[in-house]
């Protein structure tokens, strides 16, 4: 087990209670919890009732989501559940926000994911005065950090940013160098907004994470058994990231860039082709787990 808590507040990436409670087991703590439609569709009850012939109609979706966030919810510590809304590329703000309104009344420390597009930051502005906590998904570049920081200004829970690191490193980019970016950039800022470092692969990630100072980090249980089965290494001084890819390929630097946190969300370029990929890739990964036609 681990002797001293890192700074950063380890979350699992998971949609699993029993697979929660056996990394609580091993490094004798979860802080949190993040779970999105891909990761329930894996659930193993979930996946036997599938195996059984059965498709889940949109309510029984709904309700076996619940049912799972409410088993994993007393689990974790303060860093709460983050549960993602169901959200296509047509999916409005409006919409989404009658999810998440729902979804935060099923447990007590919830925190409500929306994608980082144009739909998902007005859902996230119209949730903060609502006092509904929200972590922003799908984030893969500073300037949709930037409009995390603009559109959810004023909110008094902390507001969780995802950088997606696997995914940048993936599509050559190197995602670490992203999430130093974010980190450099807020600063400037009032502190409102915590990042999330995701789509965590590997021990050196998660390493790196802790190196780059964020608040948080979401794990799947595979690299947090990786990470005690080598008793724990945290980053010293003379730790350096090697910015490769899981093929060895060198991986892109990102440059840093002067954004004014100031400015409103709308005027900050949020387009990203990985987040958009990565909206149709959960529709699908869902839809085809749970036998569902669109
Ligand atoms: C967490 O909130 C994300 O859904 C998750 O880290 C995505 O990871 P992946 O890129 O391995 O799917």
Redesign the pocket.
């Known amino acids: 087990m681990l002797t001293k808590k890192p700074k950063t507040k380890i979350l699992v990436?998971g949609g699993d209670p029993q697979e929660t409670l056996r990394v609580k087991r091993t490094i004798g703590f979860v802080d949190g919890q993040?779970t999105?439609p891909g990761l329930i569709a894996k659930n193993p009850e979930i996946q036997q009732r599938i195996a059984s012939g059965r498709s889940l109609s949109a309510q029984e979706e709904k309700d076996e989501y619940k049912t799972i966030v409410q088993a994993i919810s007393p689990l974790v510590g303060d860093a709460g559940v983050?549960i993602e809304v169901f959200a296509d590329i047509g999916t409005t703000a409006e919409e989404m926000l009658t999810q998440g309104e729902e979804m935060f009344s099923w447990i007590p420390n919830a925190y409500i994911k929306y994608p980082c597009t144009r739909e998902g930051l007005r859902a996230a502005e119209m949730s903060v005065p609502r006092q509904i906590r929200v972590n922003i998904?799908l984030c893969f570049s500073q300037d949709q950090a930037a409009a995390v920081y603009a559109a959810t200004k004023g909110s008094k829970e902390p507001v969780y940013v995802?950088p997606?690191i696997?995914?940048l490193d993936d599509h050559g980019e190197d995602g670490i160098e992203v999430i130093k970016n974010i980190k450099k950039m807020y600063r400037n800022g009032d502190g409102h907004v915590h990042i999330l470092a995701?789509?965590?692969?590997h021990v050196d990630h998660l390493l790196a994470s802790f190196a780059a100072g964020v608040e948080l980090t979401?794990v799947p249980a595979k690299v947090l058994v990786e990470w005690a089965a080598k008793a724990f290494p945290m980053p010293d001084q003379d730790f350096s990231y090697k910015a490769v890819s899981v093929s060895g390929e060198p991986l892109r630097a990102i440059p840093y860039k002067e954004l004014d946190l100031n400015l409103p969300w709308q005027s900050f370029d949020i387009a990203h082709e990985l987040t958009n990929a990565g909206i149709q890739k959960f529709v699908a990964d869902y839809r085809s787990t749970l036998r569902r036609s669109a």
Request: aromatic share 8%.
């Open positions: 990436d993040t999105n983050s998904t995802s997606f696997g995914r995701a789509s965590i692969r979401t």
